[in-house]
């Protein structure tokens, strides 16, 4: 399974941007899929979730700005990320859990990272 990230850049603060992040490969079934941040010196932290049926969880710093959802046909999950602050200026990763059959475990993958860019 790879993950393919998409959306970073430079926004102002206030703004908005969306990040994308595609599965591909021999996909048998996907679960939870989430996005984690990791700014410089920090830990990496979880910012939203969501499983396979569409219940989503939020870090207290993001509730109300941003919003985590998933395309299933696509194996793809979205990050809408608004009112941006600088404090969100970090290394976005993706994360999905997948098996390769019913009862199998749960292995994890992780996309390559996009930067996002808060200015004040």
């Known amino acids: 399974v790879q993950l393919q990230a998409s959306g970073g850049g430079l926004v102002q603060a206030g703004g908005s941007l969306r990040l994308s992040c595609a599965a591909s490969?021999?996909?048998?079934?996907?679960?939870?899929m989430d996005w984690y941040r990791q700014a410089p010196g920090s830990r990496r932290e979880l910012v939203a979730s969501?499983?396979?049926?569409?219940?989503?969880n939020y870090a207290d710093s993001v509730k109300g700005r941003f919003t985590i959802s998933r395309d299933n046909a696509k194996n793809t999950v979205f990050l809408q990320m608004n009112s941006l602050k600088p404090e969100d200026t970090s290394v976005y990763y993706c994360?999905?859990?997948?098996?390769?059959?019913?009862?199998?475990?749960?292995?994890?993958?992780w996309g390559q990272g996009t930067q996002v860019t808060v200015s004040s």
């Open positions: 490969g021999s996909i048998f079934s996907i679960g939870a």
């Open positions: 969501i499983t396979s049926s569409g219940s989503t």
């Open positions: 994360h999905v859990a997948h098996r390769t059959y019913w009862a199998g475990a749960w292995t994890d993958y």
